[in-house]
């Protein structure tokens, strides 16, 4: 029996609206899942209908990560949720060294969503997806009322194994270790905030949003040895940087000159009294390897697409206090701290 | 707090002295601002943009002598030191 | 960035800071007090003090409007969005500044209340249009300026006939601040070899109003700029007039300042505020003639006469020094709370909170601190 | 470096509120991760403090499976979203007669939402996995702004292994096959209702929340060869009778005598005008198994604290309209159909 | 549950059904009309239906006050949100129910209006009470049974002078229905042998209001109880009417009904409402005094005069057989849209929506539809 | 819409006739109800619930009449059959 056969009427994808009856459980749900979800999705898993994937996995050991998008606005430059649910979760699993295998993804809508809205963001995540080279093999949709939610929440959660021989974790940073970045840094963030109606800003700088596992994977061929790799999002490079040397009981030591940043990212904060350490990104990675291996990453990194901008910002030192150090543009120091209380509202 | 930063007129819209705006431009990255503080500025003029406001004109030749001040101020001592590089020691 | 890259270049800096620790005469102490927390910032971002001889030092002075609110302000505040429900709008910078009992704008807002981080006043003026159901109350705070957009702003108001739109004015004026530190004498006074004066309140008021730091107390002043050039030009300006016995207003930010100011704004100015007899600063107490409030012709705009509100007297968190080193008198690392219970997300004292605040910068710094006990 | 030499003032968890901070991804979230997440849930991945959980699989295919949970409201009789937000997972896991392994876990937590509630949310959370024996290797915080969310937002995602010779799925109920249910429908649907004021009505009715994976170890050691087994949550027995008679393009029979429900559960839907078998449920599972098999199963269900109540309640018949077709007390015959519309108002 | 459990006794429901096999004459046919929802939910919920002889058949009257509700009524309440930004409070029931052009208050709801799922007028007095800054709207809908707790409601909203509250009434009086359905003669008629009659409509009103029925249209009523029993033993007693050729209005749901009804209900009834002088129903048109409004006396309570809104001239479904269903003409299964284009899940009428509407018990009711094309 | 359930009075309060309110039972489950409508009632007796109203009293006798009623209706037949399981064949 097809799928569409059960429902007497087509979801309206042109004027409809997410409703309290499409996350009942009733026939409203399965339509909008087979419709909707299924069809951008299609995939063996999904089509079956269970409450769960089955499949197999390669030998190895396993990650798992999970993260909620809540971004505002939803659709942006360079991305949208969809995309970005898919990036976001991958990349945490490919920052252990892993091969995604499959994402789990869980819809909370809000009702009176236009299903147009909705559909545009499913084909994103789909595309996304297979250009990833995974599979969205389970879900879940869930309604809330209006005024409960914001459009749309997803929360993507992702498996991948871990080849062989890797180790890669944020407390193996090492004094003497150097640190490098695969290019310019706070492009999400400050794509998110000219979307903002009351910062009233224009620039044509794009999200960052990619999947890094590609870059990582070729990173993990060249060197194996790679101690850390972290991606830098809500809170930035210097959160970042922080959460690391405090993993690994260690300093750091960045000089601020080395560090890539667009010309437009760096004059909407001036303009915003921001500081692109601080400001997310959401297709940057900070990795951290042994100093005899740092050219050879650097290399490989920059024959990457996602990694032409790649740069060695700084390196590890001993510092039991875990401060992350910034030499600046005037060969002072000052300390990169963890951002205090809320910079940017509402980007991942 | 009195973050202000200098950024070119691209474009002045006149309506009203009272709620004339510009847009200006900084790297690449514009956003609309009041006028109603500077009224005569044109287009390709530098203002001082605080709290969505240009607060004032830039003056290319005051900027000029400024930095004419501040090579002679240390022109001196480049020729003393004969190498632009040499990094003063910190304190 | 035009006006921004060629003040902040290194090989300048360098040389600039060469040229001053050649010209400061090692048998004297230079105690440069930065009236204006941009200064600060800016001495910190860049790591301006580090590119000074030994015995030149920065003081850091009162001059960031966040710090010297009281925090009975920020009660009233609070109280008003209690009492009478309205819609807060407010700068960015006051959200995590610590009222009484450990209140912020930023927990008051997860509580409940109606308050909104604008950018502009502009962006309050849309508020109160798109939300004519909610009375809407602008918390201007700030120095010279940043009073003249909330001017802009009285003055549409009025033209547009917002009826649900009104201001709690909380600016002051920074030359009576400066004159009541230097007029601090004695043990309780601060000992100063010039001042850095706060530019961007001069693109406003000119540099007149500061004459009176030389003639009456004998200090030379440097309208100075707050990219690091800027700084570092002004205090190898000052040192000069300290080495040659000068002691005048002089001005290093002339591509944005003049000897009077922006005209047209202090005409908006005194057309929407009248002076305040006194208004309390934090650290330097109740100053006269120091801050604004509207003018009667618009008292009706006035948020402190259309919502009234009792605040009890507030107490400053015990132990705190932000008056001690609001007035150059002591250095945050001379405060027991400083980076055990106050930190930037503890802040204790409005003083860690700003980004200009001396305590914020400190903490930013810690690293390098010699008198840390952190260290 | 202990985490609480991080913080200058520790969490307060009596009278603290969620603000933006603790989703700016600085040292504020840090704080309320290390604080109240980490400490709860205390277990070597989380402590690691990776973006991500590594950990090894024993050999055999694994499935996974994604909730959002989104319970209004939080806390109910017999449970809270916490302990829900990992039954329901564990549940769907564990219906494909997996062993659950690990579970994933991401909050949207509102601007406000008292800390206290948090941590209560949080404690259940924890307790419910350490009873379930499944750990919580990996989460995410996301706060959103008041009015853009309802208190908690909770998604798990879990993943489990399929031991060998299990081939348990929605489609392959086979004419001839019979179908079981754990006991009473309708409690947790029925509890959640009795919490709404507007409703006003009261009841001893606790959520029937439990984790099924003991019981279900047990069903297929005894019968390896089950066919389907899910649980009948949104929607109820009705839907889920539905969805699995159109996987597998079969028709149903069902007896109502047999269903279990509480006298409770019946009065509470007389007055609501509802029906117990469109209730949802968090603590019962459908079964279908080879007819010879039946009484087998249901003995092994019967001598477990979880399907004490355990009945079979139908047949699967042919009908290639897939009809899920009720005999009513009286003898005569009803369309049990799919749950059209909405029945109840967010209950998972 | 007691007076519940006793009247769905199966053993005696086979009893019953056998005793009625035993009684009909099998050279005629027994149409019985159930004039209420509520009976052909029982019948289609026990399977009643297939429990009786085959010459004994239940034909659905009008008796669901949401499937008779004409789309202008929801149009209207609709507009309401629009234009006059109302909180729209009703019970569930109404909420799927289609209006003009595919709405439903659900989509509305969804599109942004603030409409309300209650389950007691009691609620809406709670929200008008709770939230004094919204302009709340029952939609009153209902026969008799359900119009004295909108009564109390006016009568209470008064009392506590509420400022925000109004009533939109849709309630529907049951006789005038009957006899319309009665008065069709010719092609247009429909044969009916008996009555069903709506017990709880009569526990308001007493039975007497249905005499006309035996006395003007020669047809026996018996007022029947809800469970299953109730109507099995009411089919009997019109059996044994129909054998005997007595016509009478029976009462078999003595247990709650008398021959007055609820006097103090029709009192307080009588107190707020007037009947109109004519009311659309759908299916049958306008009838006369068949429908309430409220009294002049209760005029600042109305909202169709507090908020005034235009509403075109709705036009049903195309193909939609809801007003041949509602007279007894037709079965849905007549109907070309049953079950392809018109399911519970997109019902195109509102036969379709409540569980009462007689296409959506046949809906649910399919496997055994001999006429069905879906079969 | 004309869902009336049958349930017992388990509390009376009384303040003004307009607002009176009881609790009923109906198989564990409780709610409180207004008997404006049936200002009379009393603890113990059963009352007709509909949308949160007590609409009428049931009398007990009446319903012990009906299913008498209902008994000899049927007992004639019962007896013939001999049999009380007997299943009447369905239509
Ligand atoms: S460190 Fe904190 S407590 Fe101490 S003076 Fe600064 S702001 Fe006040
Ligand atoms: S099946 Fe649908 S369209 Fe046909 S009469 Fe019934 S409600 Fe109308
Ligand atoms: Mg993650
Ligand atoms: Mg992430
Ligand atoms: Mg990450
Ligand atoms: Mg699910
Ligand atoms: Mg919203
Ligand atoms: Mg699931
Ligand atoms: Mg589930
Ligand atoms: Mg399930
Ligand atoms: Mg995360
Ligand atoms: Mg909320």
Known sequence: MTTRSRFSARLDLENGRVDMSHGAGGRAMAQLIDELFKQALDNEWLSQGNDQALFSVPPGRLVMSTDAHVVSPLFFPGGDIGSLAVHGTINDVAMSGARPLHLAASFVLEEGFPLADLARIVASLAQAAREAGVAIVTGDTKVVERGKGDGVFITTTGIGVVPEGIAISGDRARPGDVILINGHIGDHGIAILSQR?????????????????????????????????????????????????????????????????????????????????????????????????????LATMRAHPLGAQAAIIGEVVEDPLGFVQMQTRFGGERLLDWLAGEQLPRIC | MCLAIPARVTHVTRIDPAIDTAVVDLGGVSREVSIALVPEVEVGDYVLVHVGYALNRISEEEAQETLKLMAEMTRLLDEEMGNADAVAKPA | MKYIDEFRDQRLARQLAAAIAAEVDPARQYRLMEFCGGHTHAIFRYGVQQLMPPNLRFVHGPGCPVCVLPMARLDQAMAMTREHGVTLCTYGDLMRVPASGRQTLLKAKAAGADVRMIYSTQDVLRIARDEPERQVVFMAIGFETTTPPTAVAILQ???????????????????????????????????????????????????????????????????????????????????????????????????????????????????????????????????????????????????????????????????????????GLKEPTECKLFGTVCTPDNPMGACMVSSEGACAAYWSHRTHMPSSGRN
């Not at chain 1, 990675?285 to 050879?296: G, M, N, Q, S």
């Not at chain 3, 909380?170 to 850095?196: E, F, K, W, Y």
Request: charged share 20%; glycine share 8%.
């Open chain 1, 197 to 297: 109606e009351n910062l009233g800003f224009e620039t044509v700088i794009q999200s960052d949003s990619a999947a890094l596992h590609g870059l990582i994977a070729d990173m993990i061929a060249a060197v194996p040895d790679i101690h850390c790799l972290r991606d830098p999002t809500r809170g930035g490079l210097a959160t970042t940087l922080n959460e690391l040397a405090q993993q690994s009981g260690v300093g750091m030591r960045i000089r601020e000159t080395d560090i890539p940043v667009r010309e437009a990212v760096s004059a909407a904060c001036e303009l915003l009294g921001l500081d692109p350490a601080y400001v997310a990104n959401e297709g940057k990675l900070v990795a951290i390897c042994p100093a005899d291996r740092a050219e050879t990453l």
């Open chain 3, 157 to 327: 108001a009025r033209a547009e006939g917002l009826k649900n739109l009104s201001f709690l004015c909380n600016h002051v004026l920074t030359p009576p601040a400066l004159r009541a530190i230097l007029s601090l004498a004695g043990p309780d006074g601060v000992r100063l070899d010039g001042i850095l004066g706060p530019s961007h309140v001069s693109t406003v008021i000119g540099t007149r109003p500061y004459e009176f730091v030389p003639n009456q107390f004998g200090i030379p002043v440097v309208i100075a700029g707050f990219e690091p050039l800027d700084v570092m030009q002004s205090a190898l300006m000052l040192v000069r007039q300290i080495n040659d016995g000068r002691r005048e207003v002089e001005n290093q930010y002339s591509r944005a300042v003049g000897e009077v100011g922006n005209t047209r704004a202090l005409e908006l100015m005194a057309r929407v505020f009248v002076t305040r007899p006194s208004f309390e600063w934090r650290g330097l107490g109740f100053l006269p003639e120091s801050a604004l409030a509207l003018a009667d012709d618009y008292a009706d705009l006035d948020a402190e006469r259309r919502f009234p509100v009792r605040v009890e007297t507030s107490h400053e968190i015990k132990g705190c020094e932000c008056p001690a080193i609001l007035r």
